[in-house]
RNA sequence: AGCCCGGUGGUGUAACGGUAGCACAACGGAUUUUGAUUCCGUCAGUUUGGGUUCAAAUCCCGGCCGGGCUACCA
C-alpha cells in the first residue's frame, strides 16, 4: 500500500557563511571552479542527527554548486572502529538521499602517509619520542606554561628514521615511542606542543588487518586525507577550530594540494544527548533497545520512528549553519515532521484506549460499509471503507459522564459525530463495581448518515471510531522525550546524564484496536491515525499483530487547554 | 587562568555602513466531519560601555556572558 506521496520541497534561503565561501571561491575562480567536499565519519558508532546536519551541508553544498563529495571513513583508530558501523553509516547516508561520488578509506592511505612522514623526518621537522606517556604530558606544559622540550627531541635523522622503520615493523611493544611533529613547545596553542602523529597498536584494523601496528593521530590524517581527494572545502563542527593551524602547518610542510577547513557549531537539540559516547552508553546499559531505538537521536533510530529523509532535510534546512553554538528545541524536529506527514500520510481510524459504544436502536446482527477519504486536504489519496455495526469502540478520553464547561465530546444526554458515520447520543452509561466505564449506551440518527444532518442541526465533536467485530488487535507504542530536563548534559556535582533519563519515555499499548485496512501495513509504512498522530508500521509488525510506533503527536490545543 | 571562537525576540536564523525581516514557540481570532490542517492577527530582539560616521546589529577599543582547547580519541 502506498501510503505516502512525495512533497520533497527546497525553498531559498540566503546562504550561510559557508556556502558564501564556496560561492565566492567559485566566483574568483578558485581551483578552477571546482568544489571538492566530503563527509567524514569515524565508524566507531551510529550516525545520528547532527550527522545529519553535516551530511546535508557536505552533500548539500556539492549538489547546489556542482561539486562532488566524497564519503570518507575516518579510520585511524582500529581499538574502537568496525566494519557494523561502515555498513550502518552507508545505509543511512543514502537513506537521507545522498549518494557519494567515491568512497574512501583514511586507511587507504597509510601508506603514502608513511612516506610523508618519513619526508618529514628527512626534512628534520618530526622525531621519536622515546618518553612514556606520562612524560610527554608533563612535558606539554599547561594552557598557562609553555611545554618543555623532550630529550630525545634532538635525536638524528639517521636515528629517527631507523627507530620509525622499527616501528612500522614491529620491533616495540604499546607505547614505547611514537612519532611527533618538531613544531613549537611554547605555543600558545597546545596542538602545535610538538603534536604526536603515530602511536605503536598492535591492534588488528578492520580493513588492514595485521599489516599495520603504527596508526596515524587524527591530525596527522585528516588534512593528508583531504589533500588527498583535493578536498577544495574541509567543513567540520567547532572543536577543530583550533587544530586547524596544524591542519595547515602538514599541508604546508608537505607541500600537497592546500585543502581549507571551515568550522560550524554542532547540532544540539533540547531534551537530548547527541554525543557518541553517551550514546553508546545507553546502548550498552541496554537503557534503550538498541541503536535503532525510536527514542534515539540516531538516524537509525529516528527513521524507525517514522520521520522521512525529506522532514529530516528540511529540518536541517531549517536550522541554518552558524559558528554560534545555540540549542536547538525539539519542537523544530518535531515540527517539521508534521509539516510533511500532514501532506504525505494517508488517514487512519484508531482506538488507543477503548472503551465500547453499544447503538441500541442500530439492528442487531446488522452492518455496512462507510466511506471515508484517506486525506481531507487532498482528493488524489482517495477513499476506502469501512464497516460500521451495533458496536464501536472510542476513546476513553473522549467520553466523560461529568464534563467540564469546555468538554464537547461525548457525555451524557450529549449528541456528537462518528467520523465519516453518524451522529449518536448519549442515553446510558454502564459502570463495573469499580466504577469504571465498561459500556456506553447511545442512539443514532439514521438521517446523518456520512455525517451531516438533513435539518441542519451541529455538533460540536467528531470522534474516531472503529467497529467492534472487524477491529484489529495491535501494540502501539507512545514514546516521549527520553530525558526529562531540557539539558540532560547539566549534571550537578557526582551526577550523571543519565540520572536525567524520563521513565516514561516508552509507554507500550498492548491492545489498541485498529479499522481493519491497517492490518496490511508494512514496515515503513506511515499513517496519521485521526486526532491520535502519526505513526509508523515497525519492524517487529506481523500481519497477525500489527505494531505501531507514534512518530509524533498532532498539536492538541485541548490538551494544553486542560492542563490550565 | 592563558589562548581561540562566538553573542540579533523564548528558540533557531536574516539584514554584508542606510526601513531590524523570517521560521518555530506562545497568545488571540476565522474556517473546519480530526480541539488537526489552513488563514488572519498579537506579543517580543541587536549583551554592555565608549569611539569612528550624516548614519552602526554591522567598523574600532574595553567590559560582561557563552563555547572550545590542556587524549598515544576523532
Redesign the pocket.
Known sequence: MSAEKNTDDASA?????IR?IVAQDLKSGKHDGRVQTRF?P?P?GYLHIGHAKSICLNFGIAKEFGGRCNLRF?D??P??EETEYVDSIKEDVRWLGFEWDEEHY?SDYFEQLYEWAEALIQKGLAYVDS???DE??AQ?????EPGTPSPYRERSVEENLDLFRRMRAGEFP??AH?LRAKIDMAA????LRDP?MY???HTPHHRTADKWCI?????W??GQSDSIEKITHSICT??????RPLYEWYIEHLDIFPSKQYEF?RLNLTYMVMSKRKLLELVQAKLVEGWDDPRMPTIAGIRRRGYTPESLRKFCH????????????I??LE?SL??DL?RRAE?RMAVLDPVKVVITNYPEGASEELEAVN???DESFGTRTIPFGREIYIEREDFMEDPPK????LSPGKEV?M??AYFIKCEDVIKNEQGEVTEIHCTYDPETK???APDGR?VK????WVPVAEAVDAEVRLYDHLFEVENPNDVPEGGDFKDHLNPNSLQVIKHAKLEPLLSSAQEGDRF?F??MGYFCCDRTSTAERPVFNRAVT????????KKQ
Not at 534561503?13 to 557563511?17: C, R, T
Not at 606539554?140 to 598557562?144: A, E, L, S
Open positions: 534561503k540566503p546562504l550561510d557563511f558564501e567524514p569515524e566507531n575516518d585511524t583508530n581499538t574502537k583514511a618518553g612514556s606517556l610527554i604530558r606539554r606544559g599547561t594552557v598557562n604499546n607505547g611514537v600558545g596553542n597546545m596542538n604526536i602511536r605503536i597498536l596508526y596515524p593521530i587524527y591530525d590524517a585528516h567547532l572543536e577543530f577550530e583550533i587544530h557549531a531549517t536550522i541554518g549553519v552558524t559558528k554560534y553554538p545555540g540549542t536547538t528545541d519542537s523544530v515540527n508534521r509539516d500532514n488517514r486525506h481531507p486536504q469546555k468538554f464537547f465530546r459525530r467520523r465519516y456520512g455525517g451531516n451541529k465533536a467528531t470522534l474516531h496519521q485521526e486526532r498532532l498539536r492538541d490545543t485541548w490538551a494544553k487547554a
